[in-house]
Each structure stands twice: as C-alpha cells, then as structure tokens.
C-alpha cells in the first residue's frame, strides 16, 4: 500500500507486525491511554547492590527473547551496552530484542552477537559506523525499527515497546538505585533518555562505576523506578563521552550558509525577545548559532529558551543572557555538563518531555526556530536523515522529526551538493521527516521555500536573498554533478521507520 | 585561488566577491601548472559564475607557460586576464595574441580586458605608462608581497613600507580612470587588523582590495560600501542640488556650507555605488 508520501508499505511487516500508515504530523492526536507498569515492591530488608553483571542476569532472570534497554548518554565512549551483552552470550541466551536509543561504532561486537543469533531484534533512534552497514547488508532477519527521540519514549509508555529490562549506564547512583549523571568519572551530564525506561520497565538496573553513600544528590533517576544496582570497573572512556561536539565550520561555504539562515531567521520575525531556539552539533548548525548569537547580542534580545542536546556553544549564549533557560535532553560536551552542573536554569528534559507526541505537550511544540540537517530533499520537502548516498543505513531521525513537527519555522541547512551528488533530489531514498513539517532549505547557491508557507515566502521576497524554487535549486546542482543514478534496491525490508506517532513513514529495503 | 582546487573553483562564485580571481601563477606548483590550466579552462567553460567578474591570474609573460596560459584560458573568455610584473612590452604583446584569438573565437575586440600587477620597483615607477600601453587595461593590482622583496624590504602589518606605492598606484590609476586594487592582506585571522588595512587603502584613493581569504570579504566590502550616514548626506546633497536647480540657483548651500562640483561629484559617486551594492 502506499502512505500519503507515495512510500510502497506492506500492510504487515514479518518481525514488525501490522502497519498504520502515516497520515499526517498531528492526524493520530487525541485520547492515549499509558502502559501499566507491573514492579516488585521493595521492602526495608532488600538490598539492591549487585556483585556483578553475572549475578545481575541471575536477578533479573534474563532469558531468551526478552527486550533489554540502554540509554546512548555515553556515546561512543560506552562500555556498559557492549558490556552486558557480552555477559548474555556467555549465558548461552538468545533472540534478544536490543532497544537502545542509539547505536555507534564501538557496538561493532553486536555483530558478532547477531551472527550468533544473541541478538535478532533491534529498535533504535540512530545508528552508525559497522553494526548500521551490516544491518542494512541484511545481518538481521527481522528489520530494524527506528523510532525518533520522541516516538521512543511514546512506545515505551504506551506499552508498545515493552522493555523487560532496562541497562541504565549510572555516572553516579547510590546504593538504592538514585542516579545522575553529573559527577563521576565518566559523567555525561542530562540523562534524557533514560528517563521513559526507568518508569516503565519491568526491571531497572543501574550500571555505575561511581557508587556513593546514600543518598546522591541531585536525583534525576529516582530510587523508586530502580531494581538493582551493580559497580563495575568503568561505564565509559570519558574522551568517547565528550565528543559529541563537533567545530563550527570553517569552510566558507558553510560559512555562507549559516549568515543566509540568519538573515531567513531575522526576515521571519522570529527572532525577538522571548523566542525560543535549537540547532544540530554539526559544523553549520554551529555556525548558525554563532550568526544568531552576533545577532541577537547586537539587538538586545533575550530568548526564552534553548533546547536540544545541548553544545558549549549554546551554553555560551546562555551565559550571555541570551536565552533564559537552556533544555537539555543531552549533554554534547564537558561544557555543557559543567553547565548543567552548575545552574537549575540549565534544565533536564526528559526525551518524553522533549518530543513525544502523545503526552500533554512536549517542548518542541513551543519551539520556534530548529535547524536540522539532511542527505536528501526531494521535490516536495520530504527529508532523509536515515540513509546515506549508497542507500546504507548512517544515522536517523533522532528529534529531527520530532522538532520539525513541533517547530514555529523548521529550517535545513545544507551544502547543495555533497560530494559529486546533489541533495535535492526527485524522491528521497527514504523519507524520515514528512515535507509538511519543512519550511525552508538554505544552500549556499539559493533558497527553497515550502510553498505551504506563503507566509515565509511573502517575508523573504522583501529581501535580497537567492529565494527560488526546489526544481531550480535541484537544476543548479544537476547542471555542475549530472543527474545522479538511482540508487539500486532490494525488496527486502531492513528497517521500518516509525513517524514519532507510531504510524510507518517509510521503510529501508536493502541496497543492491 | 589556486586554479587546480576543483572545489574551490566550483565555490568561487558563491562567495561573495565581486571578482574572482583563478590563479595560474603563484599559488600552483610548477608540477601543477598543467592541472590548473586545464582545471580553470574547463572551470570557465562548465562553471556558472554569474555577475561575478572572473579574472585568471597567468603565468609571467617570460616563463615558459605565459603563452599556453593566455592561448588556453582567453578562448574560453574570462572577463580579464591579470599579468604578473606586467610591462608595456609584454602587454603589448598579449594585446596582439588576444585581438587575434577574439577575431579567431568571434568575440567582440577588446573584450577580454587587462589587470597588470604592480609588484615590482620598474612596474612602481612606471605604473602610469604601464597603464596608458593598452587599451584593455581595467584595473591595476598592487602586488604588497612581491615589490617588498624586489625592494629587498621588510613587508609589515602596518605597511609602512608601501605607502608611496599605494599612493603612487592610487593616483596613476584615478588620472588613467582605471580601478585601482590594493594589496591583500595577509593574516587570516586578524579582522581587525584588515579593517584599519582596508581603511588606509580606502583613505588613499583604491577603489578596491584583493583578498586571499573568503573570510575577508565581508570586511572589505564594509569598509568600501558608503555609510548610512555617507548615503543619507549624498543624497541631502542631490536634492538640494535639485531643488536649485529648479530655482534657478547656480550656486547653492548645505547645513551652511557651500556646495560646489567636488561635492556634487562624490555625491553622486556615493549614491551610485550605494545603488550598485545594493544598499538603496
């Protein structure tokens, strides 16, 4: 069947199930009922604290096909998902469902661990490096399913990813299972996504290298969602934990490209005293915020908040006054957690409270400009973050559907080609955010507005900026690249991307 | 930019200035002189630069590579071609290959137009004749770097060292209306330091500066573009030049000062160059 994009969806998924289409950003809102939550009582008797991951899997009576969890808070830099999948092989367990928020390089072991049939399902937000390039080769039998920041949290809490047992990586926990993620040697500062699995798995376990006398202060997981508690030597390499940051851009190209969004920005009217903010931790997103920052100094004006995972460079403006109180569902470097550390203004969000759409209301709702990245546009705005050039698999949604759904003025910042290959193309290899929630493509050769927003568009005709079509924008990077080639596909299915509501938007079929 | 950097060739164009300039000549290795040709030919054939003027800096007309280069490069029609340590000889020379292959292309003459670089002591003292030997001649760049170490001088931020040369150009290219374009300047990094550049540069009369950074042109146009304040007063002035005029009055006054030709001249200049940038 088709969705309303023009994506070919079977009407059922073997390894997934039945398939709601997508409809629309908002059509699925309404009445959503939370799953229950079955837990063992604790009583003043029981101890929590844990010998080892061994004892742990015995406690826990870890078995074949159950669903185990972990936060990606530590990035490339954890040791606890490899960890303790190590230690279920060893048990002999099999067909485990792995539901982590996101997946990168150093989880290549999983490959060996899907190869023996350890692992046979996976459910993440984002995923790189080797275990995604084997994925999309076809490893598992069963497709991948790649929620967004916000949608992972709705399917934990509406009961339909139904973890068994959450792996939460603890920088700091206590003896009774109260955890934060701010001291420690291998802190890492807003633990947003763990947040849905504490509350609503069956079994919570704190995985710490930083045991301290009770009780730990601050709380951001509390003792009452926690089962059990266990040390180990290390939960991550903290040069691994801090890097999420990348530099703002020097190459004058993005350079262009970040100083034309922030006179589309300024054109829009949004940015005024009280508006709110987020942008990516890649070099043009940076620079974006450095082009805002100068603006909004010059101009005295003071932002309500901004939010996302959160970088030095906004902490930056923070500090300046710019902006009220930062949101924070991660922290992308030591900045940001010695931020995070020092001021309640910085704030924790949840990733329920960051972008689920069926709560009463998550942050991005109230977001005014976000600035997104893409490796493909196609003629109607829809954005690929998914899949790469050779239709692999290289990264995913994380809150980019999320954000550009809620966001006042939803902006893509982009190089018009990368590479020898254009990025907008006629239809994107895979749609992960709908073209609905697009308003305007910034390239350093011109700008594309969504025709749906003749507002934008009456706004920036006032200016002198390249405004032109998206079939225009695409010749421009045709006549210098050529048409590209289509990418060659499978029909087999190794990836179902959900939209943030639960509906399927898309699915990725493996690359010839 | 150096001629054989495809990336940069492609961005050339994007970035802001008002030309470009494609080099042949110093920024390429001798094993490269062959790659930037064909890479910058092809550039000019393939590559849609816009209203962006496109220069290509070639090799010294002495060196083995000069008559290659300007065969090559001016049949596929820059908008000028820019010759280093330039003297009337040699730019009578190039003037006659090029009238040939415009008559041989069926371009109109005397399209293809000339930038001679003053860099060196005999292109200094005799940058007027050098500018009176063609008629193709545009522009003059003063080449800082290059007449420094024929000098055998010390160059410096400051630039000190080059002030009779910049007011020398300066005023050899305004009597010969011609542009003039200053030196660039060279730490990357130091805006401030290419403000008060810029400003001494504007101060003496260039019309123009190269940069050798994408990330000095915003600067550079800033200190050339009229203020707010320089427009506003240019255009109080052709007003009441108007308003005279339609009075009958020769002669007129503005905020109790007398207005005569000079200032009608740079009034005009003003609000000209304040429509061409855009800012009115």
């Known amino acids: ?512 | 930019m150096p001629g054989n950097n495809p990336g940069m060739l492609q961005n050339a164009g994007i970035l802001g200035a008002d030309s470009i300039i494609l080099d042949l000549e110093d920024a390429v290795s001798l094993t490269e002189k062959d790659s930037a040709r064909i890479l910058v030919r092809e550039a000019l054939k393939n590559v849609e630069y816009g209203n962006v003027e496109v220069v290509v800096r070639v090799n010294p007309f002495n060196s083995e590579f000069a008559k290659v280069d300007i065969d090559e490069i001016a049949r596929v029609k820059p908008n000028a071609l820019m010759i280093p340590k330039a003297t009337e000889e040699e730019l009578i020379a190039i003037d006659k290959m090029l009238i040939n292959i415009e008559s041989e292309e069926g371009f109109d003459a005397g399209s293809i137009k000339l930038i001679p670089i003053v860099e060196t002591a005999y292109g200094l003292e005799n940058v007027y004749s050098i500018i009176k030997s063609c008629d193709r001649i545009v522009a003059v760049l003063l080449g800082g770097e290059d007449l420094t170490s024929d000098l055998g001088i010390v160059r410096t931020k400051e630039g000190g060292e080059i002030l009779y040369a910049r007011n020398k150009v300066a005023v050899a290219c305004r009597a010969m209306k011609v542009d003039s374009i200053d030196t660039p300047f060279t730490d990357t990094n130091d805006f401030e330091g290419l403000e008060i550049d810029t400003r001494k540069a504007k101060s003496l009369g260039f019309t123009g500066k190269a940069a050798i950074s994408p990330k000095h042109i915003d600067t550079i146009q800033y200190v050339f573009a009229p203020s707010e304040a320089e427009i506003k007063h240019a255009r109080r002035v052709l007003e009441a030049m108007e308003e005279a005029e339609s009075e009958g009055k020769g002669v007129f006054s503005l905020d109790g000062k007398m207005v005569d030709a000079p200032i009608i001249n740079r009034a005009k200049n003003t609000v000209e160059l304040a429509r061409l940038l855009g800012l009115i």
């Open chain 1, 1 to 512: 069947m088709m969705n309303i994009l023009g994506r070919e969806i079977p009407e059922y998924i073997e390894g997934y199930g039945k398939v709601i289409p997508f409809e629309g950003t908002f059509k699925r809102a309404g009445i959503k009922v939370k799953k229950e939550v079955k837990l063992n009582s604790v009583t003043p008797n029981d101890k929590k604290v844990l010998c080892g991951i061994e004892e742990v899997l015995e406690k826990v009576e870890l078995a074949d096909g159950m669903t185990i969890s972990f936060h990606h808070h530590l990035r490339n830099g954890d040791y606890v998902l490899n960890l303790v999948v190590a230690a279920i092989a060893n048990r002999g367990i099999k067909n485990i469902t792995l539901a982590a928020s996101s997946l990168f390089p150093n989880n290549v072991p999983l490959i060996e661990h899907i190869k023996n049939g350890v692992i046979t399902k996976i459910v993440t937000n984002y995923m790189s490096g080797p275990i995604a390039q084997e994925v999309s080769r076809g490893i598992l039998k069963t497709p991948v399913i790649m929620h967004t920041h916000g949608g992972r949290a709705r399917a934990i809490e509406s009961g339909d990813l139904h973890i068994d047992v959450a792996f939460i990586a603890a920088p700091t926990s206590d003896n009774y299972g109260n955890i934060n993620g701010l001291y420690g040697r291998s802190a890492c500062g807003a633990l947003g996504y763990a947040v849905a699995d504490a509350q609503c798995a069956d079994k919570v376990v704190a995985v710490t290298d930083n045991l301290v006398a009770y009780p730990t202060c601050p709380i951001e997981i509390s003792q009452i969602y926690v089962d059990y508690v266990v040390q180990v030597d290390s939960i991550g390499d903290p040069a691994g934990i801090v890097s999420g940051t990348t530099k703002i851009t020097n190459d004058p190209v993005g350079l262009k490209i970040a100083k034309m969004t922030s006179d589309v920005m300024v054109a829009t009217g949004l940015v005024k005293n009280e508006m709110s903010f987020q942008t990516g931790a890649g070099g043009i997103s940076l620079a974006v915020a450095a082009e805002l920052k100068k603006y909004m100094k010059q101009h005295g004006i003071v932002g309500s908040f901004a939010s996302g995972g959160i970088t030095g460079y906004i902490v930056d403006m923070f500090k300046e006054g710019l902006f009220r109180t930062l949101f924070d569902v991660q922290c992308f470097d030591l900045q940001a957690i010695q931020s995070y550390v020092s001021t309640h203004k910085h704030q924790r969000m949840s990733a329920s409270m960051y972008g689920n759409p069926d709560n009463k209301g998550a942050v991005v709702n109230n977001l005014d400009i976000v600035i997104l990245g893409a490796t493909e546009i196609d003629m109607n705005f829809n954005v690929n973050v998914t899949t790469g050039s050779d239709g692999a698999i290289m990264g995913g949604s994380g809150g980019h559907s999320d954000t550009a759904a809620g966001a006042k003025l939803t902006i893509i910042v982009t190089q018009l080609m990368k590479a020898r290959l254009p990025i907008i193309v006629d239809r994107v290899t895979n749609v992960t955010t709908p073209g609905e929630s697009i308003d305007v493509i910034v390239t350093e050769r011109g700008i594309a507005v969504n025709p749906r927003r003749t507002d934008i568009i009456e706004k920036l005709k006032k200016t002198n900026l390249p405004i032109m079509a998206i079939e225009e924008l695409k010749e421009v990077a045709e006549k210098m690249t050529g048409k590209p080639k289509a990418i060659e596909l499978t029909d087999e299915i190794v990836a179902v991307i959900e939209y943030r509501d639960g509906s399927v938007i898309d699915v990725v079929r493996k690359p010839l």
